[in-house]
């Protein structure tokens, strides 16, 4: 998950894939979820405390990771890249070298071929943390069937 500090919307997907793919017996195990961002203003940050509020009413309690930037040699080591606006996708792209690494647009995902951005909440309050968790949980789940079809797991209603 990539976003551009990486302390609120890539940070928010993160917690939401990994909780979900803990509770999928077909891709626990077989999914690994990190994010990152592409400006290294926040590295070794933990996300936005707005952020953490917001998952925590909608009950996403795993922890995320502390911010990390999204470098070549991060985003090479991927297999599925999901950015959250055309700038993160530009950037990703510039800097990716790995031909096989997929990069998706989350929104595309819920609204395929728009090219949407998903809002970044930094400068709103509770509120838009918490549409922007909305369209963050329907885009993941949409990315879980996906990923359980390309693993050919069991089908599981996410």
Same mark, same amino acid.
């Given at each position: 998950m990539i976003c551009t500090g990486n302390i609120?919307? +890539?940070?928010? &997907? *993160?917690? %939401? #894939?990994? =909780?979900i793919v803990a509770e999928d017996p077909s891709l626990a195990g077989r999914v690994d979820v990190t994010s990152a961002g %592409?400006?290294?203003?926040?590295?070794? +940050?933990?996300?936005?405390?707005?952020?953490r509020c917001s998952l925590n $009413?909608?009950?996403f309690l795993a922890e995320g990771s502390l911010g990390a930037h999204?470098? $070549?040699?991060y985003l090479? *080591? =991927?297999d599925v890249i999901v950015v959250m606006t055309r700038e993160h996708l530009h950037e990703v792209r510039w800097r990716l070298t790995n031909p096989s690494t997929e %990069? %998706?647009? #989350?929104?595309? @995902? @819920? *609204?395929?071929? #728009?090219? @949407?951005?998903? &809002?970044?909440?930094?400068?709103?309050?509770?509120?838009d943390f918490d549409e922007c968790l909305d369209v963050l949980s329907r885009g993941v789940r949409r990315l879980t069937s996906e990923f359980r079809r390309q693993l050919d797991a069991d089908s599981f209603e996410a």
């Open positions: 609120c919307r +890539s940070p928010m &997907a *993160e917690v %939401v #894939l990994r =909780q %592409v400006a290294n203003w926040h590295v070794g +940050s933990p996300m936005d405390t707005r952020a $009413r909608a009950g999204a470098d $070549r040699a090479d *080591e =991927q %990069v %998706v647009m #989350l929104r595309n @995902l @819920l *609204e395929p071929g #728009l090219d @949407l951005d998903v &809002a970044d909440p930094y400068y709103g309050g509770d509120i």
